[in-house]
């Protein structure tokens, strides 16, 4: 069966401290692993696609990277704002259209 | 870019009356949209897959007869939840693939959230 675990389920930092997130999937074929951040009763907001081991993106304070068996989300002197929940999801090869499945997400808070 | 917009923001309806939540791709196309809900610290669960000019297809365990789906153009698709009882009270978000992407990524609405009395 698919599955998407996340760890550790909530985070704590003072601003300025470096961090990472998991994720840890097992997929008879991975087609694509999304990262997004969902703040407070909003909708999940996209962060990065990757799609083979070895893989990494960028964007500001954020890193991703990808091995066959995990994601790691890397969060570099973390601001604020960068409170949220980061939620990892993986689409496979196989399954119907589209189907992202998602882990249960890691709760940020940064504290000034 | 690829906005996702939905309507109403949140809702709030007596048990045994239907509601309608909107789902629109603003700057671009999408054949393909999808339907999930969320449940308070939980994660997002697919409830169905919208295709444009075609059936929706639902996940295991969802009443297609309950939660009706339309597809009626390339930017909308619509969510009816008919009877809607205590129960059916969650977070509902759609999701948008843009036709002209190379990739499978899906953006999401803000999400509406619905109380039933």
């Known amino acids: 069966e698919d599955q998407v675990t996340q760890s550790p389920e909530a985070l704590r930092l003072q601003e300025g401290e470096s961090s990472s997130l998991n994720c840890s999937y097992t997929v008879s074929g991975l087609r694509g692993l999304f990262w997004y951040r969902q703040d407070p009763g909003k909708g999940p907001e996209f962060l990065f696609t990757l799609y083979s081991a070895g893989e990494e993106k960028e964007k500001e304070r954020l890193k991703a990277t990808l091995t066959k068996k995990e994601s790691f989300l890397h969060i570099t002197a973390p601001k604020p704002e960068d409170s949220a929940t980061y939620l990892c999801a993986v689409q496979a090869y196989g399954g119907s259209q589209g189907n992202l499945i998602f882990g249960k997400g890691t709760k940020l808070s940064v504290k000034p | 870019g690829a906005v996702v917009s939905q309507h109403p923001s949140w809702v709030i309806c007596k048990s045994g009356t239907s509601v309608k939540i909107e789902c629109r791709s603003l700057d671009f196309q999408a054949t393909t949209m999808f339907w999930y809900r969320q449940f308070p610290k939980q994660s997002l669960m697919l409830m169905a897959t919208s295709n444009e000019g075609s059936k929706a297809t639902y996940e295991q365990g969802v009443e297609k007869d309950k939660f009706l789906i339309n597809h009626a153009s390339l930017t909308l698709s619509t969510l009816t939840v008919t009877s809607a009882h205590p129960e059916d009270s969650s977070f509902y978000i759609c999701?948008?693939?843009?036709?002209?992407?190379?990739?499978?990524?899906?953006?999401f609405g803000p999400g509406t959230r619905l109380t039933v009395l």
């Open positions: 999701s948008a693939r843009p036709d002209a992407a190379s990739t499978d990524t899906q953006y």
